[in-house]
């Protein structure tokens, strides 16, 4: 048997996928609602600026990994245009239905795929361009998802990797006391559910700080990684390149 951990606890690795989906077949309906609120609106700033270091031309193929409820999905179809591919996945239904709803309501059909990160059904250099937001620090083997991720992009492809990090420490007590405090309340109060964004500020704390990612990255092959630290660290976007 072999161990990890689901927030501050330590669980069974089989343990855990079936924790973190439920977790968010718990807030799947109110997800964008709470992004909101708890971010006081940056995320749709760090998502934007996600899609402006992506890069993307007419035609490019992207696969959205942990893709929830389609914003990068959305920004990236305008991108790469008719003639592009993006698809839309994510490891948990009730995240994928509420993002697939929300793309078609918008008139927009894109692939949409129910699938794991570490292992992912999807030929070798299949992409010009991978993405996850926000869904990295939930997966249980961190390295092999990101080997994944190298495997199905081109050669000169891009990795985007947006998701919470290691704050700037002057913020940090205040920063705590806001993760532990506060938000718990405001998920008990807009979400009905307390314990999952708990688990939210604690799977931030274990997650890879930003050098710790970068090498990560590195080990899984990418040749190249630039970390950009946004809201003073709160999120980092990490670019790799595959060599």
């Known amino acids: 048997m072999s161990?990890?951990?689901?927030g501050y606890q330590t669980v069974?690795?089989?343990e855990k996928s079936g924790r973190v989906r439920g977790v968010?077949?718990?807030?799947?309906?109110?997800?964008?609602v709470m992004n909101d609120l708890m971010s006081m609106g940056l995320h749709r700033l760090w998502k934007a600026y996600t899609v402006t270091i992506a890069g993307l031309r007419p035609g490019d193929r992207v696969l959205d990994i942990a893709g929830g409820t389609g914003d990068l999905a959305r920004a990236?179809?305008?991108?790469?245009?008719?003639r592009g591919l993006v698809v839309h996945t994510d490891i948990n239904e009730a995240m994928l239905r509420q993002g697939r709803?929300?793309?078609?309501?918008?008139?927009?059909?894109?692939p949409t795929t129910l699938c794991d990160a570490e292992k992912l059904p999807f030929p070798d250099a299949s992409f010009d361009l991978v993405s996850v937001a926000f869904g990295l620090r939930n997966m249980t083997h961190k390295d092999q998802a990101?080997?994944?991720?190298?495997?199905?992009?081109?050669p000169g492809g891009k990795l985007l990797v947006l998701e919470f990090s290691k704050v700037a420490k002057p913020l940090e007590k205040a920063y705590d006391f806001y993760s532990f405090k506060v938000l718990p309340r405001i998920g008990q109060v807009v979400a009905g559910d307390a314990e999952s964004?708990?688990?939210?500020?604690?799977?931030?704390?274990?997650?890879?700080g930003q050098q710790e990612l970068k090498a990560l990255m590195k080990t899984a092959?990418?040749?190249?990684?630039?970390?950009?630290n946004l809201s003073a660290g709160v999120v980092a976007l990490h670019v790799g390149i595959k060599c």
Do not use: Q
């Open 3 to 6: 161990n990890t951990h689901f």
């Open 12 to 14: 069974d690795e089989k």
């Open 24 to 32: 968010f077949d718990s807030v799947a309906s109110r997800y964008d």
């Open 76 to 82: 990236f179809a305008k991108k790469v245009g008719p």
């Open 101 to 110: 709803n929300r793309l078609l309501d918008e008139g927009l059909v894109l």
């Open 146 to 154: 990101l080997a994944e991720m190298n495997r199905v992009l081109r």
């Open 197 to 208: 964004y708990r688990y939210l500020a604690e799977s931030i704390r274990m997650h890879p």
């Open 221 to 228: 092959g990418f040749s190249h990684v630039d970390v950009h």
